[in-house]
T-cell receptor, first 113, second 117 residues
Framework: DAKTTQPTSMDCAEGRAANLPCNHS???????VYWYRQIHSQGPQYIIH???NNETNEMASLIITEDRKSSTLILPHATLRDTAVYYC??????????????FGTGTRLQVTL | DADVTQTPRNRITKTGKRIMLECSQT?????MYWYRQDPGLGLRLIYY???????NKGEISDGYSVSRQAQAKFSLSLESAIPNQTALYFC????????????????FGPGTRLTVL
């Protein structure tokens, strides 16, 4: 699986957009980008995923660069409840061998008033 | 009711004791996982199971064993607990999908905080 690099921490004012970057320069053509978040000591929660097109759902948007070597998770209007650790994970699609995920240390997002 | 439940939520035990952590799910998923998380670190996979007859080691399986009693139940055992197994343990489930595409969306339980003295 491709290795990912994320900033250790970021701050964001409530109501503003939070843009969380992730570098995955060694990503392969069949690898997806997934984002999860973990609110303090709770189980991680799936946010969004994508292959090469930008994606949007009710939680966030995912922007993947054309060369796919980096991506940005966007929380359009951050709230205090979005304070969490955000994990960027790169993983091949289901090959039948495993769908296990490798969580790095993620980005700790602090949303402030 | 929660889709993935873990019991107990908190446990304090002593070195050398046998401990079992239990996970149950109502999502009907075939795949289940056990992770541990240490302070300041990401999650590390201990064991995973694709169905009742399938058990696989993860990256840190030493000192642990698992049992998949049914599709809905996946237990993690520490045969002889040691202090460095003090951690937060998470169970998760996933569904491989029905159309050949799947999203690696895993659903996590609330976690079990285990302290080994």
């Amino acid at each position: 699986d491709a290795k990912t690099t994320q900033p250790t921490s970021m701050d964001c004012a409530e109501g503003r957009a939070a843009n969380l970057p992730c570098n995955h320069s060694t990503i392969s053509g069949n690898e997806y980008v997934y984002w999860y978040r973990q609110i303090h000591s709770q189980g991680p929660q799936y946010i969004i995923h994508g292959l090469k097109n930008n994606e949007t759902n009710e939680m966030a948007s995912l922007i993947i660069t054309e060369d796919r070597k980096s991506s940005t998770l966007i929380l359009p209007h951050a709230t205090l409840r979005d304070t969490a650790v955000y994990y960027c994970i790169v993983r091949v699609a289901n090959t039948g061998t495993a769908s296990k995920l490798t969580f790095g240390t993620g980005t700790r997002l602090q949303v402030t008033l | 009711d929660a889709d993935v439940t873990q019991t107990p939520r908190n446990r304090i035990t002593k070195t050398g004791k046998r401990i079992m952590l239990e996970c149950s799910q109502t999502k009907g998923h075939d795949r289940m996982y056990w992770y541990r998380q240490d302070p300041g670190l990401g999650l590390r996979l201990i064991y995973y199971s694709f169905d009742v007859k399938d058990i696989n080691k993860g990256e840190i399986s030493d000192g642990y064993s698992v049992s998949r009693q049914a599709q809905a139940k996946f237990s993690l055992s520490l045969e002889s607990a040691i202090p460095n197994q003090t951690a937060l343990y998470f169970c998760a489930t996933s569904d491989p999908g029905t159309s050949g595409t799947h999203y690696n969306e895993q659903f996590f339980g609330p976690g079990t905080r285990l302290t080994v003295l």
